[in-house]
Nanobody, 121 residues
Framework: QVQLVESGGGLVQPGGSLRLSCAAS????????MGWYRQVPGKQRELVAR???????NYADSVKGRFTISRDNAKNTVYLQMDSLKPEDTAVYYC???????????????WGQGTQVTVSS
């Protein structure tokens, strides 16, 4: 069994900052990519940022220069530092991990439960 537990969402004023965390636990052999998606009602889930095990990162154009993704492989945890937040960043943020369990030969994506981020004055 694998679990991804997110924390750090909330309400923040425009221009403010938040830091999201997502810790993976369970029967994990190796974690490859980790990252964050977000979704607003009526729209598709979109990629925000992702990071490989070696630290290569990718960002959506809309967050480049404002968000920073990082990870701690020893803790199986990924972080998303969000600065200069805008109202259009309001969404439910989901973390994911592309990983392999000890009991499997395959890589599978696992998802967190989602955390609400609201940017409003």
């Amino acid at each position: 069994q694998v679990q991804l537990v997110e924390s750090g969402g909330g309400l923040v004023q425009p221009g403010g900052s938040l830091r999201l965390s997502c810790a993976a636990s369970g029967n994990i052999y190796n974690i490859y990519d980790m990252g964050w998606y977000r979704q607003v009602p009526g729209k598709q889930r979109e990629l925000v940022a992702r990071i490989t095990r070696l630290g290569t990162t990718n960002y959506a154009d809309s967050v480049k220069g404002r968000f920073t993704i990082s990870r701690d492989n020893a803790k199986n945890t990924v972080y998303l530092q969000m600065d200069s937040l805008k109202p259009e960043d309001t969404a439910v943020y989901y973390c994911y991990a592309d990983l392999r369990r000890y009991s499997s030969s395959y890589r599978t994506d696992y998802w967190g439960q989602g955390t609400q981020v609201t940017v409003s004055s």
